[in-house]
């Protein structure tokens, strides 16, 4: 099995940039989905991206389009999530997620590791 430590989470201004890291150790990292999801107080955890194990393929949620990238490094066993034009309302823990099959699912259920969370907060 795979553990996962995420970091560079922290207090921005709205319209600036954090770049999340997430380390992965214990398994061969290329051969698992990673994912980032998030949640904010008294909300349910949400899917904000995905990206396939060789980094061919990602998927966002709508309202991060354009303005947030996924990338892997399996070299690194890292994943990253680039985080640019941020708004208040991207505020909440994220989280990384790993599972060892095919799939760019959007749902908390389809995977099966998880990181501790970073804070991120985004001041207007």
């Known amino acids: 099995q795979v553990q996962l430590v995420e970091s560079g989470g922290g207090l921005v201004q709205g319209g600036g940039s954090l770049r999340l890291s997430c380390a992965a150790s214990?398994?061969?990292?290329?051969?698992?989905?990673m994912a980032w999801f998030r949640q904010a107080p008294g909300k349910q955890r949400e899917f904000v991206a995905a990206i396939s194990r060789n980094g061919g393929s990602t998927r966002y949620k709508d309202s991060v389009k354009g303005r947030f990238t996924i990338s892997r490094d399996n070299t690194k066993n890292t994943a990253y999530l680039q985080m640019n034009g941020l708004k208040p309302e991207d505020t909440a823990v994220y989280y990384c997620?790993?599972?060892?099959?095919?799939?760019?699912?959007?749902?908390?259920?389809?995977?099966?590791?998880w990181g501790q969370g970073t804070q991120v907060t985004v001041s207007s």
């Open positions: 214990g398994d061969t990292f290329s051969t698992y989905t």
């Open positions: 997620a790993a599972v060892r099959r095919i799939t760019l699912s959007t749902l908390v259920s389809a995977y099966d590791y």
